[in-house]
């Protein structure tokens, strides 16, 4: 997570390029557990009466397509983008005490990867990750950006030419 950045009229909290970690999202929410929180995906904001519907955890083994073994955790938190009555968007305490409550009944991995199932009882629910936070007008904006599909093998290999001072290139055309 970044240092507080001023950016516009608001604060950064943090930028996440391939997501957050759940441990990352808690501990941030905690030191502003009083300011509402939003979040916002397709580039509009949740509804203020939106539900956290379920949180599940998975531990997760597969093979990618270059037939190499995978492991990893995964917290999935479902989102229910509805309006009720009156209510406003619940604060970044409330978020992180249901998460909490979750933790006494399923054993969570706080450096698992956190992925969001939205959905607004009509449309097929999507995933999505965290991409940034932000404080503005006095509410904590969460960035959700939609979680596209990768290739393990290709995204390793782009490290390793990162690493290698290649830059981030496209596959194959890395420096010689």
């Known amino acids: ?9 608001a604060i950064s909290l ?3 390029p391939e997501g957050v970690l759940l441990g990352e999202l808690i501990e941030l929410l905690r030191a502003h557990g009083d300011k509402p929180l939003v ?3 397709g580039g509009k904001p ?12 998975g531990a997760f083994s597969a093979l990618d397509c270059g037939a190499n073994p995978e492991e990893w955790s995964e917290l999935f938190v479902q989102l229910w983008d509805v309006m009720e009555g009156d209510r406003t968007h619940m604060t970044a305490g409330k978020f992180a005490a249901i ?5 006494k009944h399923v054993a969570l991995d706080h450096s ?19 991409s940034s936070a932000l404080i503005e007008n006095g509410s904590i904006f969460i960035a959700l950006t939609p979680r596209v599909a ?21 596959a194959g055309s890395c420096c010689r």
């Open 1 to 9: 997570m970044s240092a507080l950045d001023k950016t516009r009229d």
């Open 14 to 16: 943090g930028s996440w």
């Open 39 to 41: 979040f916002t995906y």
């Open 46 to 57: 949740v509804k203020p009466g939106y539900h956290v519907t379920e949180v599940k955890a």
């Open 99 to 103: 998460i909490g409550k979750v933790t």
């Open 112 to 130: 698992a990867k956190l992925t969001f199932e939205v959905s607004d009882g009509v449309a097929p629910m999507q995933l999505y990750q965290t």
């Open 150 to 170: 990768s290739c393990k093998p290709r995204d390793r290999w782009l490290a390793e030419q990162s690493v290698a001072g290649c830059g981030t290139s496209t």
